[in-house]
């Protein structure tokens, strides 16, 4: 096992025994192979670097690189962007634990050396975020490698296997060059991704978004809290914004519009397609403390006649969002509410029963400009799942969740 606090500074001979200078960085190809390392910088005083290709190195040990070639088969140093440099862009960098969910600050690397058709490639193993790692680079210079070893063998380690690390990048641009998978933070789930984001600086949420599916974007930012939203928000081109607004449910997202600056909301608006804003607007003009301002406009609508068959093909034919199902409506011929069935209920049931004798008792709903408090207590008294909101004629024209008013509630703390 061996450290970049180890390589980095090291004296570098050629194959005859030359001194060539010493290592002032390592870089990484992450777009070719994303744990190895590619290239050794080497520092020669007032001379231009050099630069040693993984192929090119004989043995690695501490404070000491030996290289397969002489000094002349060596290339000038150009800047790369598409290169990741260890030193620069990892060591005292925050990175994102994507087993452990959470941040942590990279205090050193470790890299294993692996003998590959007579050279030596370096393989970055590890990121060591714990104590260890952080007295190396405290006695990087001062004390000898070997006698540091003997000294961190006390200390308790704490280390990331590197196939769990997603690198935080707040640069966009350079994200996509280095071309670094940010499937990894997909993966999480979206409240796990959006607690990691509120440890971290502006810029850095901003490329964490940036990185991220529209969908996935939409799942997090509903997630943070109404402050960070719309910093997030507000940051984004008006395309971008309306893109992943759109694929937020209706009610999260006219709360999250509802918070930026009336110009911004507009021109998210308008670039929003049609019915998706239709949507919003239609809940932005009640407040918020209403049930009108609580509910989602994306509801199962069915006749009171209709078969259990038949609406489980609708469900089906329509694919319809597990967030719409937790209660199915029923209207009459007048359109009017006449019940709800739960969707358990309308699992359990036979084909052929009708959805009216599976209605849940009593009939509930509200109208659109109930206060907030009234919703509250409906679902406290008949521990509820759902509740309908219907307008003067009774018809439905929402349906609010026990999360949101589990979320409107925690709110009110």
């Given at each position: 096992?061996?450290?970049?606090?180890?390589?980095?500074?090291?004296?570098?001979?050629?194959?005859?025994?030359?001194?060539?200078?010493?290592?002032?960085?390592?870089?990484?190809?992450?777009?070719?192979?994303?744990?190895?390392?590619?290239?050794?910088?080497?520092?020669?005083?007032?001379?231009?670097?050099?630069?040693?290709?993984?192929?090119?190195?004989?043995?690695?040990?501490?404070?000491?690189?030996?290289?397969?070639?002489?000094?002349?088969?060596?290339?000038?140093?150009?800047?790369?962007?598409?290169?990741?440099?260890?030193?620069?862009?990892?060591?005292?960098?925050?990175?994102?634990?994507?087993?452990?969910?959470?941040?942590?600050?990279?205090?050193?690397?470790?890299?294993?050396?692996?003998?590959?058709?007579?050279?030596?490639?370096?393989?970055?193993?590890q990121v060591d975020v714990g104590l260890p790692g952080a007295v190396r680079r405290l006695l990087q210079g001062i004390v000898p490698p070997m006698a540091i070893r003997q000294i961190q063998l006390k200390l308790p380690p704490r280390k990331i296997l590197w196939e769990f690390v997603n690198l935080v990048e707040p640069d966009p641009l350079r994200r996509v060059k280095l071309r670094l998978s940010s499937q990894k933070l997909?993966?999480?789930?979206?409240?796990?991704?959006?607690?990691?984001?509120?440890?971290?600086?502006?810029?850095?949420?901003?490329?964490?978004?940036?990185?991220?599916?529209?969908?996935?974007?939409?799942?997090?930012?509903?997630?943070?809290?109404?402050?960070?939203?719309?910093?997030?928000?507000?940051?984004?081109?008006?395309?971008?914004?309306?893109?992943?607004?759109?694929?937020?449910?209706?009610?999260?997202?006219?709360?999250?519009?509802?918070?930026?600056?009336?110009?911004?909301?507009?021109?998210?608006?308008?670039?929003?397609?049609?019915?998706?804003?239709?949507?919003?607007?239609?809940?932005?003009?009640?407040?918020?403390?209403?049930?009108?301002?609580?509910?989602?406009?994306?509801i199962v609508v069915v006749g009171e006649e209709a078969t259990r068959g038949e609406v489980v093909d609708y469900i089906r034919f329509h694919e319809l969002s597990p967030d719409q199902l937790d209660n199915v409506i029923l209207i009459n011929k007048e359109s009017a509410l006449v019940g709800t069935v739960p969707i358990a209920r309308l699992l359990l049931s036979d084909s052929d029963q009708r959805m009216s004798e599976l209605?849940?008792?009593?009939?509930?709903?509200?109208?659109?400009?109930?206060?907030?408090?009234?919703?509250?207590?409906?679902?406290?008294?008949?521990?509820?799942?759902?509740?309908?909101?219907?307008?003067?004629?009774?018809?439905?024209?929402?349906?609010?969740?026990?999360?949101?008013?589990?979320?409107?509630?925690?709110?009110?703390?």
């Amino acid at each position: 096992m061996l450290h970049a606090t180890e390589i980095i500074g090291a004296e570098t001979y050629d194959s005859l025994g030359n001194y060539v200078g010493r290592v002032k960085e390592m870089f990484v190809e992450p777009a070719d192979q994303p744990n190895r390392v590619a290239h050794l910088l080497l520092g020669r005083g007032q001379y231009r670097p050099l630069v040693a290709r993984y192929d090119q190195i004989a043995s690695v040990a501490p404070g000491r690189i030996s290289l397969t070639t002489d000094e002349s088969a060596l290339a000038l140093y150009h800047p790369n962007e598409a290169w990741l440099a260890v030193g620069k862009d990892l060591l005292d960098q925050q990175i994102i634990d994507t087993n452990g969910r959470k941040v942590v600050r990279v205090n050193d690397i470790d890299l294993s050396d692996q003998r590959t058709n007579g050279n030596t490639e370096l393989r970055i193993t590890q990121v060591d975020v714990g104590l260890p790692g952080a007295v190396r680079r405290l006695l990087q210079g001062i004390v000898p490698p070997m006698a540091i070893r003997q000294i961190q063998l006390k200390l308790p380690p704490r280390k990331i296997l590197w196939e769990f690390v997603n690198l935080v990048e707040p640069d966009p641009l350079r994200r996509v060059k280095l071309r670094l998978s940010s499937q990894k933070l997909e993966a999480l789930h979206p409240a796990d991704l959006a607690d990691i984001m509120e440890e971290l600086s502006p810029d850095e949420r901003q490329g964490i978004i940036s990185s991220l599916d529209e969908e996935t974007a939409a799942e997090t930012i509903a997630e943070l809290d109404k402050r960070l939203q719309t910093q997030v928000v507000e940051k984004l081109d008006t395309e971008r914004a309306a893109d992943i607004i759109e694929e937020m449910s209706p009610d999260a997202a006219a709360d999250l519009l509802a918070n930026l600056e009336p110009e911004t909301k507009n021109e998210v608006l308008e670039e929003m397609e049609n019915r998706e804003a239709q949507d919003v607007e239609t809940l932005l003009k009640f407040e918020q403390n209403t049930a009108g301002g609580m509910m989602t406009t994306e509801i199962v609508v069915v006749g009171e006649e209709a078969t259990r068959g038949e609406v489980v093909d609708y469900i089906r034919f329509h694919e319809l969002s597990p967030d719409q199902l937790d209660n199915v409506i029923l209207i009459n011929k007048e359109s009017a509410l006449v019940g709800t069935v739960p969707i358990a209920r309308l699992l359990l049931s036979d084909s052929d029963q009708r959805m009216s004798e599976l209605a849940f008792e009593p009939l509930l709903s509200v109208m659109p400009d109930a206060h907030d408090k009234e919703v509250f207590e409906l679902f406290d008294k008949y521990n509820l799942r759902g509740l309908t909101v219907v307008n003067a004629a009774q018809h439905p024209i929402g349906n609010i969740t026990v999360d949101d008013v589990v979320s409107r509630m925690r709110g009110k703390i």
